[in-house]
């Protein structure tokens, strides 16, 4: 098993950035593929970026692409997500994930933090 928490949301204006993280504990984080995930109120959660195990290969949701960039430190056991420019319709409550596989993936997540609120304001 592997335990997850995200830290990095709040409040920022439309436009500008924020990075949030994610620390593992537990089994080998490198043994991990990681994605980032979000719900916002009334809506589905949905996928927002993912990377394989060594970091090498990423892959993002349209709406995000050119804007947010994931990356991981495996000697840190952490995740990241580095949102730039962001909108409105970018507030929601982000979840990191970790599953086994040798690729990055949308679905299929086995392991789930507890999330962090991202706010931008108009």
């Known amino acids: 098993q592997v335990q997850l928490v995200e830290s990095g949301g709040g409040l920022v204006q439309a436009g500008g950035s924020l990075r949030l993280s994610c620390a593992a504990s537990g089994r080998t984080f490198s043994s991990y593929a990681m994605g980032w995930f979000r719900q916002a109120p009334g809506k589905e959660r949905e996928f927002v970026a993912a990377?394989?195990?060594?970091?090498?290969?990423?892959y993002y949701a349209d709406s995000v692409e050119g804007r947010f960039t994931i990356s991981r430190d495996n000697a840190k056991s952490t995740v990241y997500l580095q949102m730039n420019s962001l909108r409105p319709e970018d507030t929601a409550v982000y979840y990191c994930?970790?599953?086994?596989?040798?690729?990055?993936?949308?679905?299929?997540?086995?392991?789930w933090g507890q999330g962090t609120q991202v706010t931008v304001s108009s």
């Open positions: 990377i394989n195990r060594s970091g090498s290969r990423t």
């Open positions: 994930a970790g599953r086994s596989g040798g690729s990055y993936y949308t679905v299929g997540y086995e392991y």
